[in-house]
Structures are given as C-alpha cells and as structure tokens.
C-alpha cells in the first residue's frame, strides 16, 4: 500500500522560506509524475507544482519564481523549496500523483503571517 508522508511546514513571515519533503513509500516512485497540492481554508484544492518522472517541472501562475519543485529517486522523495512567501500561501499542502491520486496523506500545514 503506498503511503505519502509530508513534512516540513511552520509558522514563518512574509518572504520567508520552507521546504517541504513528501516520502512515498511502497510504490515505484521513479516512474511517478508528483506534484504538490495546497487547500487553503474553504478552498478547493489547488495543484501548484508537478514534477515529471524526468525531472522536467511545472507551476502555476502564482507560485511560479517563488517555488520550485524537486525530486530524489533513490530517497522516494520529492521536495519544494518555497521562496518569497507571501499571506496568501497560507494552506494545508499535500503531495500526490495527478491525474491518478493516491490515497491522500495528512499533509502540512504552512502558515504566513503578515
């Protein structure tokens, strides 16, 4: 059974940095596209970065120069560097496989204080 593990969120001011880390276990990691999800309160969840089993990234509008995504295939983890954070960041952020979700872990709740 595959399990995604996410870490490394805090309480941090605006333009600060994080880095967030998701452990996928149980699964052949390597042959994944992943991405990171964020849900801010009474929000739908929202795909901000993806990263191809090659390596090659993606980003929405909003988070693109700030964030950037990464992956390690020996660890069967994938990271984003969070830069330049602002308010509106503030959310729970999860990382997944688009398009064909796994079950979903706890995620890590990122807060940006003004």
């Known amino acids: 059974q595959v399990r995604l593990v996410e870490s490394g969120g805090g309480l941090v001011q605006t333009g600060g940095s994080l880095r967030l880390s998701c452990v996928v276990s149980?699964?052949?990691?390597?042959?994944?596209?992943m991405g990171w999800y964020r849900q801010a309160a009474q929000k739908p969840r929202e795909l901000v970065a993806s990263?191809?089993?090659?390596?090659?990234?993606n980003y929405t509008g909003s988070v693109r120069g700030r964030f950037t995504i990464s992956r390690d295939n020996a660890k069967n983890t994938v990271y984003l560097q969070m830069n330049s954070l602002k308010p509106e960041d503030t959310a729970v952020y999860y990382c997944?496989?688009?398009?064909?979700?796994?079950?979903w872990g706890q995620g890590t709740q990122v807060t940006v204080s003004s």
């Open positions: 997944n496989r688009p398009g064909s979700p796994l079950s």
């Open positions: 990263i191809s089993s090659g390596g090659s990234p």
């Open positions: 149980g699964s052949i990691f390597r042959a994944y596209t």
